[in-house]
């Protein structure tokens, strides 16, 4: 099985929510800053969302980790293990890549950019198929429309 195919499968579509979570990526980030393994953060909440996980899920998970921090600026450092955990007994720390700081104009996450610029990107990331959506969406209009739902509803 590959790390897709958990994603997509029922296991998966359940993490996707924590994966989507602006605050549960915080989390991970944090444990991260503390030097502790980022998957602790959301140990107890895969528990609860799945229960047990088998070798091989626990892998995919772990990579699903590491390709969401990966694209916030985060990369593995060492593995760390811990007692205690529910799902999760050991796991990587990452460290923060040191890169020199964009102007706004050039920062995906800046709130000077354009709405236009905003969802422009969004499409590009989308089709350049470096997102794994928590719900398959048909197209990339789709997600498009579901975005700005989501942005009018703030």
């Known amino acids: 099985m590959t790390l897709d195919e958990f994603i997509l499968g029922p296991k998966g579509q359940k993490l996707a929510v924590l994966f989507s979570d602006p605050a549960v990526i915080s989390r991970m980030e944090k444990m991260a800053r503390l030097g502790a393994p980022a998957i602790k953060a959301i140990d107890a909440d895969v528990a609860d969302a799945v ?4 070798d091989v899920e626990r892998q995919h998970v772990g990579r699903w980790v590491r390709d969401t921090l990966a694209q916030r600026g985060w990369r593995s450092a060492r593995q760390r293990s811990w007692r205690g955990g529910r799902v999760f007994t050991s796991g990587m720390v990452y460290e923060a890549i040191a890169r020199p700081e964009a102007p706004p104009e ?3 996450d800046s709130d000077e950019l354009p709405i236009q610029q905003k969802l422009a990107q969004a499409r590009h990331i989308l089709l350049a198929g470096r997102l794994h959506p928590s719900q398959p969406l048909s197209n990339v209009d789709a997600f498009l429309a579901d975005r700005r739902a989501a942005w009018g509803a703030e």
Request: proline share 14%.
């Open 51 to 54: 229960g047990t996980l088998d």
């Open 106 to 108: 050039q920062r995906p």
